[in-house]
């Protein structure tokens, strides 16, 4: 068994890296927007406080701490 040189070993590597990236990038993509849409639904169904997984992307999308959004801001990103 012939050894491959660690130039080409980590070429390789960086080249399936590049192609898994391009492959699972999509799904990923796809799997972003359903999992907007469920929060989006949580939220319209619920009221503060919420759970730490919905106040966490929440908090991501209006770009306030979580411990600083009220129901109004809630409402306002509903709208929105």
Do not use: C, H
């Not at 491959?4 to 799904?27: F, H, M, P, V, Y």
């Not at 919420?50 to 966490?56: C, D, G």
């Amino acid at each position: 068994m012939a050894a491959i040189s660690r130039k080409l070993r980590k070429t390789l590597q960086k080249q399936d890296q590049r192609r898994s990236r391009i492959e699972n990038g999509a799904k990923k993509n796809k799997e972003r927007d359903r999992k907007e849409l469920r929060l989006k639904a949580a939220l319209s169904i619920g009221a503060l406080p919420y759970t730490p997984t919905i106040m966490s992307w929440l908090s991501q999308a209006i770009d306030k701490p979580s411990k600083q959004i009220v129901q109004a801001d809630v409402d306002t990103f509903l709208k929105a």
